[in-house]
């Protein structure tokens, strides 16, 4: 069964620490995608890759870095996490010309304390 | 700006019934319209989708009805279940880049 997979399901992180959140596609997809997701605002891009060591800003990245250096895995970064950053991180993956092909992942529900 | 707009935010149908979800959209260029679902502590799901060349797509009891000229587009999902409560996302995409923009939700219940 193919899948998305993020790393934690639950994170609990101070003002001011850096932050990783991983994910992990085993279907050897070249487009990634970090999502948050908070209620009443929907889903909303924060940053996209489509190969390896590529990037893209999304509709907010701003606080938020990526990192993509093998194909399979994308990781989210807080940089100097804040309470305004507590959401849902959902991360998802496809091919190109597929885009309504998106696969997410189960997602990371960060608290910033 | 929001180039997918969806309502209602929230939805409550009893068993039985038809739920009804509704979206706009501005730019002509989207051609690809998708629904997800999303469960409780999951991601979404695809559940259904639908290009503008057709007016209505039916998979079970979940339809898509199109209406280009009006860039309106509409989930109904016919005799709900109790296992339909989920949040229903709509969608829209190009075939320029591989970006969804989509809508904010929807909160559907079931009452049993």
């Known amino acids: 069964d193919v899948k998305v997979t993020q790393s934690s399901r639950y994170l609990v992180k101070r003002t001011g620490e850096k932050v990783f959140l991983e994910c992990v596609q085993d279907?050897?997809?070249?487009?990634m995608f970090w999502y948050r997701q908070d209620p009443g605002l929907g889903l909303r891009l924060i940053y996209f890759s489509y190969d390896v060591k590529m990037k893209e800003k999304g509709d907010i990245p701003e606080g938020y870095s990526v990192s993509r250096e093998k194909k399979e895995r994308f990781s989210l970064i807080l940089e100097s996490a804040s309470t305004n950053q507590t959401s849902m991180y959902l991360c998802?993956?496809?091919?190109?010309?597929?885009?309504?092909?998106?696969?997410f992942g189960s997602g990371t529900r960060l608290t910033v304390v | 700006q929001q180039q997918v707009k969806q309502s209602p935010q929230s939805l409550i149908v009893q068993k039985g019934g038809i739920s009804i979800i509704n979206c706009a959209y501005e730019?002509?260029?989207?051609?690809?319209f998708p629904w997800y679902q999303q469960f409780p502590g999951k991601g979404p799901a695809l559940l259904i989708a639908?290009?503008?060349?057709?007016s209505e797509k039916k998979e079970g009891r979940f339809t898509i009805s199109f209406n280009k000229s009006a860039k309106q587009f509409s989930l109904h999902i016919m005799d709900s279940q109790p296992g339909d409560s989920a949040t229903y996302f709509c969608a829209a995409t190009t075939n320029r880049d591989d970006k969804i923009i989509f809508g904010k939700g929807t909160r559907l219940h079931i009452l049993p």
């Open positions: 998802a993956s496809s091919e190109p010309g597929q885009p309504y092909g998106y696969t």
């Open positions: 639908i290009r503008p060349d057709v």
């Open positions: 730019n002509t260029a989207f051609d690809y």
């Open positions: 279907m050897d997809h070249e487009n």
